[in-house]
C-alpha cells in the first residue's frame, strides 16, 4: 500500500520560514516526479514546485525564489523549505508523487498525501 506521509509546516509571521516533509511508504521515489500543492478553502489547488527524478525543479511565480523543493530517494522523502513567507501562502499544503520521470506542475500525480496546514500572519 503506499502513503505518503507528510509533516512539519504550523504558524509563522510574515517574513520568517517553515519547512514541510513528505515520507513515502510502500513505492520507490526514485521513479516518480515529486510535487507540492496549495488549497485555500473555496478556492482552486494551486501547484506550487515540481522535482523531476533527474533532480530539476520548477516553480510557480507566486513562490520562485523563495520556496525550495528537494527529494532524497534513499530516504524514500521529499521536502519543501519555505522563506520569506507572506500572508498569502496561507494554505493547505500537499505533496503528490506521478510515475514517470518528468510531470511538472499540471501533471498527472497518483499518489498524495494527507496535508499540511501552513499559517503565516502578518
Known amino acids: 500500500q503506499v502513503q505518503l506521509v507528510q509533516s512539519g509546516g504550523g504558524s509563522v509571521q510574515s517574513g520568517g520560514s517553515l519547512s514541510v516533509s513528505c515520507a513515502a511508504e510502500?513505492?520507490?521515489?526514485?521513479?516518480?516526479?515529486l510535487g507540492w500543492f496549495r488549497q485555500v478553502r473555496g478556492k482552486q489547488r494551486e501547484g506550487v514546485a515540481h522535482?523531476?527524478?533527474?533532480?530539476?525543479?520548477s516553480y510557480s511565480d507566486s513562490v520562485k525564489g523563495r520556496f525550495t523543493i528537494s527529494r532524497d530517494n534513499d530516504k524514500k522523502t521529499m521536502y519543501l523549505e519555505m522563506s520569506s513567507l507572506k500572508p498569502e501562502d496561507t494554505a493547505m499544503y500537499f505533496c503528490?508523487?506521478?510515475?514517470?520521470?518528468?510531470?511538472?506542475?499540471?501533471?498527472?500525480?497518483?499518489?498524495w498525501g494527507q496535508g499540511t496546514q501552513v499559517t503565516v500572519s502578518s
Open positions: 503528490a508523487a506521478g510515475w514517470g520521470s518528468y510531470g511538472g506542475l499540471n501533471g498527472v500525480y497518483n499518489y
Open positions: 510502500g513505492v520507490a521515489l526514485e521513479n516518480y516526479y
Open positions: 522535482i523531476a527524478t533527474d533532480f530539476s525543479t
